[in-house]
């Protein structure tokens, strides 16, 4: 095996695993609230596929693409995956919180270098890319949050889907300085996990808009 | 007229009777719900439409095909005479509950195989096919809760969306089994119904996922 | 320049006028609602992007276009625009009250004709163009009314949708004697701005379906 090639295969694997760590926590967190709300086993599992792939569809329907999870199981499994752990490790989720946390914000960032990607290349402007990217990343939690009637989340508190945005920016300012897609896909994604480690840590808000008394 | 030419008539006026009070059915639980949230004529109509056609056009959308109800106005009329049926019998519809309960379970299994079948012709996996044949049974209460600002109902009491999900194994089962398209849909029909009436006959409901303490 | 080239140029900036305005009303409605339940200021973009573009989006998706927006960043900039003027003017918004309701209906009527229009030139029948006119001019606050977690106003109260609904009828009279697309547009138009006025002025509502007791 020569060395790109071996680099090749080095990092389709990453990108899977990533892939499978990230939908793995989109999936949890979604039956975790649906739970919660009290939803029966399948309520939570079509949240928790929701979750994971709510983000995605949305921008397929966007760019007209006939959604990714149509002829790939794999997001399904993993769902299905993600409700197993769910009842075996019930009261030990709380103390993986960290965990999951990162492995959310590892599928945030992927989920958004992705919908860049498959933006550009359906021949967009980058703005429609960011917009995307952002979807692809926040999209299903919204859908999550609509579906166990919330407020949606990402709307009111921490710095999350701004995250996205952030790390698109970093995206298209790496293109314009001539960085092959691997290297604006990482830079992206690094920033996009480090923008959203470094709010929750020093919990990093947006101020809200004063009412109008 | 030849016997398979009868025969072939029949079904078509059999499946045209079904989609009829299935439609009816749905529309009919949208308005009530709607009414009871104090939605005017025009909210109840378009709430009892978006149950009677919102899992199908879903479906149209992620398959790529133009909405089913946009070049055939059969749906919107069923939906406007459902509107007219609450007005004037609004006092009998306790005493019809049985009737609605049965027409709403016909129109369920009948759109669950529609969405197989649509599905599988357009060539995608039997898994996604029963995926959407589901959506297409139970996604439009989905969206009539999700409108009426409930929790979906489906996703916490009884068993309805499953009944799709069962209905859908055995269509695959059946076709597993060299069965012809009319014989699968007609056996996935019957157990949708069947597991929907034994489920509320038994008050069968799956489990709520418990809490993390 | 001829009269009829200048009569052209007029007219694509009045509709370019138009088309600003409502957007522009459009997205600060959002963005006010939105502020009212604390959204932050990324939330509240959003859920004024999603007014101003949510329901010519949906016409879109339906009708299997490409949305609108994802090539003309227009519309983004006008909510960005929409923003500002919410955080800079907050305190004089109730005063300007009456300028942005008929903002708000003059983004209604053209939204209506545009959704309109956009459906005939696709082929579909003139019933399923009434939609997608209503659907442009309304759909966007449904889908805010959803995010930020309320029953859909415009289900509810006061006239909105049906005036969409009444220029769209307006606008297949005119086709049928004989009017040209232009007239057709303009008599919608101005149908529905004055529905929608004389709604307001003198409070006229739909009746609520009574209940079942």
């Known amino acids: 095996m020569t060395d790109s090639l071996r680099n090749f295969t080095e990092n389709i694997s990453l990108v899977t695993l990533f892939d499978f760590v990230g939908t793995l ?20 599992y079509v949240v928790g596929v929701t979750t994971a792939i709510g983000g995605g569809t949305m921008r397929d329907l966007l760019l007209g693409h006939s959604p990714f999870w149509m002829s790939n199981a794999f997001y399904l499994v993993c769902s299905a995956i993600a409700l197993v ?38 021949g967009f402007p980058f703005w429609t890319a960011i917009i995307m990217g952002t979807m692809t990343g926040a999209g299903g939690g919204v859908l999550r949050d609509v579906f166990i009637n919330e407020v949606p989340l990402i709307f009111r508190k921490e710095i999350y889907a701004l ?27 690094v920033v996009v996990l480090a923008a959203r480690v470094l709010a929750v840590k020093y919990h990093l808000q947006l101020p809200v808009l004063k009412g109008e008394d």
């Open 163 to 189: 995250a996205c945005v952030i790390g698109g920016l970093t995206y298209f300012l790496c293109l314009n300085l001539d960085c092959s897609n691997v290297v604006c896909g990482v830079v992206c994604g």
């Open 25 to 44: 926590a989109f999936a949890i967190s979604g039956i975790r609230l649906a739970s919660a709300k009290r939803f029966d086993l399948f309520g939570a």
């Open 85 to 122: 752990w769910v009842i075996v490790f019930r009261k030990l989720l709380v103390r993986q919180q960290n965990t999951w946390f990162l492995f959310d914000t590892i599928g945030l960032a992927l989920f958004t270098v992705t919908g860049i990607e498959k933006t550009l290349t359906a």
